[in-house]
């Protein structure tokens, strides 16, 4: 199976809250990442969490670590129609270099 | 402060032939790693090179090689291309090799090869 597994879409209304989830295979893993991808652009680094950590906020990002189950999530408050994108998630072992998920595709509607 | 350019945006190559896609990294960062994003995929790691070393490479044949110069800027050639070359080539720049938590993307090159 996949190192990193994230669900495909998430659809929400303007405003409320998004929670997009992952998995991840890599106990040894070091940093899990967040990353949001707009149409026919790079990546952006949203945030990042060191696995000795089980929360950090950053302004409407909250970012969940559950290390026992090798659960991350990403909370955005109040979305709104500009955080429509791919967000995904990824997993960096020792060497640092992130092994990503397929990426959840966000809809946000009014 | 300039961040990450990739230089061509597009690029349409035959099967058989070969390509060279290039990368300047963000001012002060030594390090540039690349990676292949097919549609509907999350990105793959394809190599890193620090300071004008090959630093770590992924499951890719050697066919994918690279370059970085003194300046730290970085070029991905790849020989004898295949259908499934097809895809959005990233380049991540950073300071330091063990630092890609703190990467910084292009905006891609799209390869379409027909």
């Known amino acids: 199976g996949e190192d990193v597994e994230q669900s495909l879409f998430l659809s929400v209304r303007e405003g409320d809250s998004s929670v997009i989830n992952c998995t991840y295979t890599?106990?040894?893993?070091?940093?899990l990442y967040w990353y949001k991808q707009e149409p026919g652009a790079g990546l952006q680094l949203l945030t990042y969490i060191f696995s000795n950590m089980d929360m950090k906020q950053d302004q409407r990002l909250t970012v969940l670590l559950n290390k026992k189950d090798k659960h991350l999530s990403l909370r955005i408050a109040d979305t709104q129609t500009g955080d429509s994108a791919i967000y995904f998630c990824?997993?960096?072992?020792?060497?640092?270099?992130?092994?990503f998920g397929r990426g959840t595709s966000l809809i946000v509607h009014p | 402060e300039t961040g990450v350019t990739q230089s061509p945006t597009h690029l349409i190559k035959t099967r058989g032939q070969q390509v060279t896609l290039r990368c300047s990294s963000q001012s002060g960062h030594n390090t540039v790693s690349w990676y292949q994003q097919a549609l509907g995929q999350g990105p793959q790691f394809i190599f890193q090179?620090?300071?004008?070393?090959?630093?770590g490479r992924g499951n890719f044949p050697p066919r994918f090689s690279g370059l970085q110069f003194p300046n730290y800027s970085s070029e991905l050639n790849v020989n004898a291309l295949e259908l499934d070359d097809s895809a959005l080539y990233l380049c991540?720049?950073?300071?330091?090799?063990?630092?890609?938590?703190?990467?910084?993307f292009g905006p891609g090159t799209r390869l379409t090869v027909t």
């Open positions: 990824a997993e960096g072992g020792g060497s640092y270099i992130p092994t």
């Open positions: 890599d106990s040894s893993s070091t940093y």
């Open positions: 991540a720049s950073s300071l330091g090799q063990g630092s890609s938590y703190e990467q910084y």
């Open positions: 090179y620090y300071r004008e070393e090959e630093n």
